[in-house]
C-alpha cells in the first residue's frame, strides 16, 4: 500500500441519511428521525432481552463477508444518539467510514490491527466544544470523552442486540485516525461491526465479590 498523506484528496465527510424516513420528515423536530429509526423493522428478529444481550456480547475480530443491511445500521448509530450526555449537549460526532481504502488506512492507524478493515466502522470522537457548560476546558473535555464512550458502548449493546458482534478499538494513533477523517475532533474508539465468522462463548469475569467495594 502506498504511504498516506493528510493532504491527500479524499471526499469530505458527506451527510448521513437512513434507508427510510417519515413521510412527514420534518428537519426541524429533532427526535422524529430518531423515533422512526428505533422503531422501524430490522432485517431479522433482534433479541430484545438486555441482560441477554449482555451476557452473549464477545468481541469478534473475524467478520463473515455477510454484509450488514442498512437498516441494522441505521439502529446502531440511532442507538448511540438515545445515549446520556453531559447536560446533553451530545458531545461527540460519528465518523461512519465507508470508504475501503480509509478503513485500510485506518488498519495502519489502529496499530496493524486487521480487524479494523471490518464491514461497518465507526468512529466516535470527543467534541467538547458541543459542551457548552461554563466549566474550564479539562472538564469538557472529560465529559466529552465520557459522552462519546458511552454512546459507543449503547452501539456496540445494539449491534449485539441485532444479531452482529463487534471489537472495540482503543489503541490508535489519534492523530493518524484525525488525518485520515480530515476532522480536528479527538477519536476515543473505534467501533468494528459484522456478522461473526464463528460464534464464542463470553470471557470469564472476576467474581462479583471481588468488583464491588461496599461503602457505607
Ligand atoms: C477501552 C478498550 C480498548 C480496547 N482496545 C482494543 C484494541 O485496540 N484491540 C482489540 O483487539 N481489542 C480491544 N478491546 C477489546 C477487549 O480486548 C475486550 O473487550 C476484552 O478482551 C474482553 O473481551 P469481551 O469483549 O469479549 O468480553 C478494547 C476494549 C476496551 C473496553
Redesign the pocket.
Known sequence: MRDFHPDDDFASPEEYSPESSPDDFDPGLPNQLLDFVLRSEPAEVVDTDLFAVMKK?????KFSDKPVETVKIDKIIAAADTAPTAGNFQGFEIFYVKSPEKKRLLVDA??F?S?VDAPIVLVFCKNPSRVKFNFPPYVLRKFAIQDA?LAAGYSQLAAQALGLSS??????DEQKVMDILQTDLVPS??LCIGYPKQS?F??P?RNLKDLVNVVW
Open positions: 456480547r464477545r468481541s469478534t475480530r489502529c496499530n490491527q480487524c464512550t471489537i472495540w478499538i482503543g489503541m490508535f474508539s473505534l464464542k463470553p470471557k469475569r
